[in-house]
């Protein structure tokens, strides 16, 4: 029987994804527990109250950092290596050394949330693991990262397209942000207001320069390859790529309205933010008129369909964030919970909802292993409703909570955090369902990865044979 030459670089990849998707479920379940803790005591402060580890201040911080590099980056190192290596009709190589960098980095990571879990912490944004833990994180970084470079260099075609982009950018940028920010505020701290400018800033393009090219050139990639349709106006991607990449590390210091900064600084990311429509519109029209020639194809396929409800949620919340980067609104919005509508939706609604549907097309092929269709539509469904739960109470609850902080005739404990409780209550509800759903994540991961001795192979013998081309 002959074997495609994807079916070789699925077989090459097999460990070193299999790896990384395998630590990106298990820190799936591990921010989805801490984000029930955090959402819990804000309905009951009492809520553990005898565990002083489990305090609300940790206990976010460390959902955050566990889920932006537990769950993200073990994402992005697995589905990185896939689709490049499939792109440049390269094997994987270096695949020991890429478990031992694997190792290390999520080792990294489960000594520094225990390190904030026992309060010994940094104070800046997305930084806060201890000083002692980031040295053994960038070397693991670059050491996956130099590996996927060189198999980027060794690809068989010389021309790139838009999915080696976005995907590159977003894997070379985490290492740039880093340095920028790790020298300015621990190796030769700035001084005064600076730091939390720089702080913030790293915290912000953390999301938008890393989290979110990745992203979209996964997207890029997956629209066209199960829909066997080229991405309608392709000519727009190169556009929207630099538009990224000039604007969005700009565009973030509009949170800043207000703060005690000159003003020339808000002013320059209020102006980028509205800037962002052009690279919004270009994505939104790559891939949603690629996909929507064939409605029924997308609502079939369940992976696409993960993809799609992610495009779109970028689409939408993108356009809300535009609008509350005004001065005006932000004036009212940016001491309220409507930030948490900001952060739950880039990673939840379109990063994880993307990865989702990437992972649920790729573990077939690799593996060999089919992941049942009623297991995959319920978790679509499940992480559907508590996504949309999640963000609307945020979004309501966070322009009631900003017009009622304008107040200050009104009793704060009465009449301001007595009206925002209940989407409290509602977004405690939506962490339940989408920690559900991600443990059928999980268990549907795990079903392909690890061998089950009493199951017949022979139902999976033909599939690896099977496996598109695409």
Not at 39 to 50: I, R
Not at 113 to 137: A, F, K, Q, R, Y
Not at 265 to 284: E, K, N, Q, R
Not at 429 to 453: D, M, Y
Request: hydrophobic share 55%.
């Amino acid at each position: 029987m002959n074997i495609s030459s994807e079916q070789i670089i699925d077989k090459s990849s097999k460990w070193v994804v299999s790896f990384f998707v395998a630590s990106a479920g298990l820190w799936l379940l591990a921010a989805a527990f801490l984000a029930y803790i955090a959402a819990a005591k804000l309905t009951d402060p009492f809520f553990l109250s005898s565990f002083e580890f489990f305090t609300y201040g940790k206990v976010k911080i460390a959902q955050a950092n566990s889920f932006v590099y537990g769950w993200g980056g073990n994402s992005i190192f697995a589905i990185s290596i896939w689709i490049l290596a499939r792109l440049s009709q390269c094997e994987v190589r270096g695949r020991f050394m890429l478990l031992v960098a694997g190792v290390l980095w999520n080792l990294g990571i489960t000594f520094g949330l225990l390190g904030i879990l026992d309060g010994h912490m940094n104070s800046h944004e997305m930084l806060e693991m201890p000083s002692e833990v980031w040295p053994l994180l960038f070397i693991s970084y670059s050491i996956i990262t130099c590996l996927i470079i060189v198999m980027h260099r060794s690809r068989k075609i010389h021309e790139t397209i838009a999915p080696q982009w976005f995907i590159l950018a977003s894997i070379l940028w985490f290492p740039a942000l880093f340095i920028i920010a790790w020298n300015g505020l621990e190796i030769n701290p700035v001084n005064g207001t600076v730091q939390s400018v720089l702080s913030m800033w790293f915290g912000q393009n953390l999301i938008w320069l890393w989290l979110t090219p990745f992203a979209l050139g996964v997207a890029y990639y997956m629209i066209p390859a199960i829909t066997g349709k080229a991405i309608d106006k392709y000519y727009l991607a190169i556009f929207g790529f630099w538009c990224i990449a000039a604007l969005a590390p700009w565009s973030v210091v509009h949170h800043l309205e207000g703060g005690p900064v000159p003003m020339w600084i808000p002013a320059i990311g209020t102006v980028m933010s509205i800037a962002m429509i052009f690279p919004i519109a270009v994505a939104s029209t790559n891939f949603h008129a690629t996909a929507f020639q064939d409605i029924g194809k997308v609502w079939n396929n369940l992976p696409l369909r993960f993809i799609i409800f992610g495009t779109l949620s970028y689409t939408i919340s993108s356009y809300i964030g535009v609008i509350f980067s005004l001065p005006a609104v932000a004036k009212l919005t940016q001491f309220s919970i409507i930030n948490e509508f900001h952060f739950n939706q880039r990673v939840y609604g379109f990063f994880s909802m993307i990865v989702f549907g990437v992972v649920y097309h790729m573990l077939p092929k690799i593996t060999g292993k089919e992941i049942g269709k009623s297991a995959k539509s319920f978790h679509f469904w499940t992480s559907a409703f508590g996504v949309l739960i999640l963000l609307l109470s945020y979004l309501i609850g966070g322009l009631t909570h900003g017009v009622l902080a304008q107040q200050p005739s009104l009793d704060w404990a009465s009449s301001v955090i007595s009206s925002i409780k209940p989407y409290f209550l509602i977004t405690e509800f939506a962490f339940i369902i989408l920690g559900f759903s991600q443990l059928v994540f999980v268990i549907n991961i795990w079903k392909v990865l690890v061998p089950n001795p009493f199951e017949d192979s022979s139902k999976n013998k033909n599939l690896a044979s099977k496996a598109s081309t695409t």
